[in-house]
């Protein structure tokens, strides 16, 4: 029952052997094919000599790959110490790790090349979108101090006009010295607050030209046909989007502010009191000094609010890289794990067919090992037995001698009797 058992295995082996050579030639050979397209995307040249580059490289592959799993297949199921498998694993394992170092990463980037560009592409555009988005709300920081300018502004206007109209601060009514002051703090706000909203429309302006950018570059990213021309295309609209975004960090007007603010305080002049009499002018000069305080509050809170506008951090110089396509496949390959899976089971796949025929052949010793000796030997083995029995008797010679005679004339057919040295002719078999 064993012995059928160990045949049905040997024939078996046997019967997928034309099978397994096969393939190996078409693992390999399509591992080579997608090689030769993930070469032919990072190499640079004229045509013919990328063609021809690319396909001396990817005949090597080829080869490479057929040649180290055919010795693998061939040698690794007969190696039975543990030792010799041991150093047969390493070496399957160093293999292996070159297949894939010279090949499987080439395959992936041909499987996913294109759209690992095209992930490169849609993360730059997410990228410069969160810069523009930056930008702008650093230059529109500036505008919330416009409420508080406006307020200034028209607190000293109506209190200009009260002065002048019904002197509710001197008691006297017309446009006299703090009329005139009340007038000049109006006015210094007025032009704040017009800088401010000179410096909203360029921001706006600007602001419109980055998103035309981007959705430019957004259907770059998802146009049909090849991504090469679409990444040319694409570079030219970063370099005019980096542009807009360095524009907008220079419009910002808190650096103007922030010296306006200073300049209320520290260059506040205030104008001789014009009074007809000495109380006249007294009451000029209270009032006078009230204004300054007031503005070097304004001018306090303004600068504090700059500051805080300054200290904003600024956006980063971001630099575009173009990648090739295998660069794009290293870098995003947490985004392409099906390709890679696919891209390192073809060069890899070999390997699971050494470990059947490792499995079989294994199963075949340790059958062959638990039978005995008469039901080991096979009827051609019992009638050479036979014939070397008759020539002994033939010719009187020692057992021994003629059966090392015939072992040296034809070792593929006559079997040693010894239980001992059996064994090492079932591995001559087995090859």
């Known amino acids: 029952m064993a012995l059928g058992a160990s045949q049905r295995l040997h024939d078996g082996v046997a019967a997928v052997e034309t099978m397994t050579r096969f393939a190996l030639a078409v693992l390999a050979l399509a591992s080579g094919v997608y090689t030769y397209l993930g070469v032919r995307s990072i190499l640079d040249g004229s ?12 005949a090597s592959v080829s080869v490479g790959i057929y040649a180290f799993w055919s010795y693998m297949a061939r040698f690794y199921p007969h190696v039975t110490n543990h030792t010799g498998r041991a150093a047969m694993l390493g070496v399957m394992a160093l293999g ?21 560009l095209e ?3 849609a993360k730059t555009v997410e990228d410069y979108t969160a810069d523009l988005d930056q930008a702008h709300q650093n230059a529109l920081a500036a505008q919330s101090l416009l409420p508080d300018i406006q307020r200034a502004s028209e607190r000293f206007a109506q209190l200009a006009a009260s002065e002048r109209q019904s002197g509710a601060l001197t008691g006297t009514t017309g446009s006299g010295s703090v009329v005139q002051l009340l007038s000049q703090m109006s006015a210094q706000m007025k032009d704040l607050e017009n800088g ?43 370099v005019a989007l980096t542009g807009v975004i360095t524009s907008l960090g220079q419009t910002s007007i808190a650096p103007s502010i ?27 000069d209270r009032v006078m000094e009230t204004v300054r305080a007031s503005v070097a509050t304004q001018s306090k809170v303004l600068s504090e609010a700059a500051d805080e506008i300054l200290a904003r951090a600024p956006v980063a110089e971001r630099r575009f890289v173009p990648l090739s396509s295998a660069e794009a496949v290293l870098r995003y390959a947490t985004d392409f794990i099906p390709a890679w899976a696919g891209a390192i089971s073809i060069d890899l796949l070999p390997g699971v067919l050494v470990f059947i025929l ?9 059958q062959e090992e638990k039978l005995p000796f008469a039901e080991r030997i096979t009827a051609a083995e019992l009638l050479q037995a036979l014939e070397v029995q008759r020539a002994v008797t033939a010719n009187g010679g020692q057992l021994g001698d003629i059966v090392a005679q015939a072992e040296a004339e034809e070792p593929n057919n006559i079997t040693s009797l010894d239980p001992r040295t059996r064994a090492k002719d079932r591995t001559h078999e087995d090859r």
């Open 47 to 58: 045509p013919t000599s990328v063609f021809f580059a690319a396909i001396i490289y990817s």
């Open 96 to 116: 292996a790790a070159m297949i894939i170092a010279m090949s499987s990463w080439l395959n992936a980037a041909a499987l996913a090349g294109s759209a690992a």
């Open 119 to 121: 992930q490169h592409l």
């Open 196 to 238: 401010i909203n000179a410096s909203r429309e360029q921001v706006a302006m600007l602001f419109n030209q980055g998103q035309k950018r981007l959705e430019t570059m957004r259907t770059l990213v998802s146009a049909p046909g090849a991504v090469a021309p679409r990444a040319d295309q694409f570079s030219s609209e970063v």
């Open 258 to 284: 922030r010296r306006a603010a200073d300049d209320l305080s520290l260059g506040f002049i205030a104008p001789v009191a014009d009074g007809g009499d000495a109380d006249l002018v007294n009451r000029q």
């Open 358 to 366: 490792a499995a079989v052949h294994s199963a075949i010793r340790k």
